[in-house]
């Protein structure tokens, strides 16, 4: 089980990971705080920082699931659809 960390970032985006993609050494769920992730990503989230830059996380179902943030965002936004470039930032 993941550590459930405050984001301070914004969720923009998520975008399903179609079809979900294992884990390697260059390519990890970026929300593994603490512990050990070996389970297949399934989405990318684009967060906007405080200077204004959008940034890419891949994740895991189990943080997708159970992160408030990314719970409520997708009560709220709902997914959007997979595609290449990012997001604009607001």
Known sequence: MHVVTEMKSPILEIRPLLPAVAQTKDRVCSMTTAGHCDALLVAEVFV??????????????????????????????????????????R
């Open 48 to 89: 906007q920082f405080a200077d204004g830059t959008v940034h890419q996380w891949r994740v895991c179902g189990e943080w997708l699931t159970c992160h408030p943030k990314a719970i409520d965002h997708i009560k709220v936004q709902g997914f959007a659809e997979p595609r290449s470039e990012k997001p604009a930032a």
